[in-house]
C-alpha cells in the first residue's frame, strides 16, 4: 500500500488559515480512502475527514464542522485539508493515511501505511 506523506503544517493564530497537503504515489487516490486525522498530546487519534475513491466526502462535524475542507488533485497525487478559523483547541499533530475501499472512513483502525505527521499548533 502506498506511503504517505504530510506537509504544511505550522504556527498560526486563532481564526487563521492553513493548508495541509498529503502527497501518495500516482493514482493513490484513485484506488483508496484517504483520511485525514489528528491527535493531541495525551488524547487519542481523532478522526477529521475522509475522501473516498470516488471523491465522496466525510467531516467529523462536531469538531470541524463549516471550517475544514477536505479535496484531492489525483493530477498532483495530493489530498488537501484546507483549515480556516482555526481554534487554540485544533492543535494537534496530523496525519493522512489510507484505507481499503468500504472500510468504515472514521475509525483509525481502517487505515494502513500512516505518514509522519505535521504539527499545527494554533495559538497567540
Do not use: H
Not at 488533485?73 to 483547541?89: G, I, W
Request: aromatic fraction near 10%.
Amino acid at each position: 500500500q502506498a506511503q504517505l506523506r504530510e506537509s504544511g503544517g505550522g504556527l498560526v493564530q486563532p481564526g487563521g488559515s492553513l493548508t495541509l497537503s498529503c502527497a501518495g504515489p500516482p493514482r493513490t487516490f484513485l484506488w483508496y480512502t484517504t483520511g485525514w486525522f489528528r491527535q493531541a498530546p495525551g488524547r487519542e487519534r481523532e478522526f477529521v475527514a475522509a475522501v473516498s475513491r470516488i471523491g465522496t466526502t466525510t467531516y467529523n462535524d462536531d469538531s470541524v464542522k463549516g471550517r475544514f475542507t477536505i479535496s484531492r488533485d489525483t493530477a498532483k497525487n495530493t489530498v488537501s485539508l484546507q483549515m480556516n478559523n482555526l481554534k487554540p483547541e485544533d492543535t494537534a499533530v496530523y496525519y493522512c493515511a489510507a484505507a481499503q475501499p468500504g472500510n468504515p472512513a472514521a475509525v483509525v483502525s481502517s487505515y494502513e501505511n500512516w505518514g509522519q505527521g505535521t504539527q499545527v499548533t494554533v495559538s497567540s
